[in-house]
């Protein structure tokens, strides 16, 4: 049974093709759509709603009401609900890859994100939430933005990964986190000091806090991240996963040697 969200019956516009139903005016559309994306039943949030946002913003349909859109979905990040928190960077994700940007949101995106303590991937009633998977992307996006510093991405990166945290990622968060860290590295105004800061934080904080015993749950997660960054590095990047186009990191060599420097303090043996 198809499950409403507002008025409008979203499946039926996606099985038109996505066409703005006649009559209808745009502005009202989307301001009865965009609350779908935080909706806590995940067979709205990722149903047929999502669907027709994200269409309608890779066909250039929404371009006027990219500020309104990104607005709206920044002001989530303090959401008491997690899967708006969690939903917010998805829906920047495709404001921005459509051209919309705005300074606040990466402001707002990077108070959150290092700062969730909600790390769940997959909730058997709310579905997937995904905040360290959906925060990378929008990191990644931002890393690549012409308005956005690189530098302050890595570092946003490096302290997710020390944030302290009893959640092991898991889902592939780990790989979607370094390949955004691989996105930011490959911006060519980077210097070799700029592309190994963050690596130097990662260090710092592994030896202020190495005590023995188990690994806890952050440097698990750091450990796998800088791995997948480290094979980023040796072969080179796909901006789009499974696309055929790969770039190649500079600065890719010290970066290496850094992260081996720093797996070297919780995994000796890697090093």
């Not at 049974?1 to 516009?13: Q, S």
């Not at 997959?122 to 959906?134: K, Q, R, T």
């Not at 996006?141 to 308005?147: D, L």
């Amino acid at each position: 049974m198809w499950l409403a969200c507002g008025v409008t019956d979203w499946k039926l516009i996606a099985e038109a093709d996505y066409a703005v139903p006649a009559g209808r005016d745009l502005d009202e559309l989307v301001a009865e759509l965009v609350p779908c994306l935080r909706h806590p039943d995940p067979e709205i949030r990722d149903g047929f709603p999502y669907r027709v946002l994200f269409t309608w913003l890779d066909r250039g349909v929404l371009n006027d009401h990219l500020s309104r859109i990104g607005d709206e979905a920044a002001g989530w990040f303090g959401h008491e609900e997690i899967q708006a928190r969690t939903f917010a960077p998805l829906v920047l994700d495709g404001v921005v890859s459509a051209g919309g940007f705005a300074p606040e949101w990466v402001s707002g995106f990077s108070a959150w994100y290092p700062e969730e303590k909600d790390l769940r991937g997959f909730d058997p009633e709310l579905g997937w939430l995904h905040a360290v998977a959906h925060g990378a992307d929008l990191l990644g996006v931002f890393g690549r933005h012409e308005n956005v510093a690189p530098e302050s991405m890595l570092d946003l990166a490096a302290r997710r990964l020390t944030a302290e945290t009893e959640f092991v990622l898991r889902d592939q968060e780990d790989d979607r986190l370094g390949h955004a860290i691989g996105l930011a590295l490959t911006r060519a105004e980077l210097t070799a000091e700029g592309a190994t800061a963050w690596l130097e934080t990662i260090r710092e904080t592994l030896l202020a806090r190495a005590k023995p015993g188990p690994l806890p749950a952050w440097v698990s997660n750091t450990i796998r991240t800088l791995r997948v960054v480290y094979l980023l590095c040796d072969r080179g990047i796909r901006p789009q996963p499974r696309g055929e186009e790969v770039e190649l990191i500079p600065h890719a060599a010290l970066v290496k040697d850094k992260i081996a420097e720093v797996l070297a303090i919780p995994a000796p043996f890697t090093g």
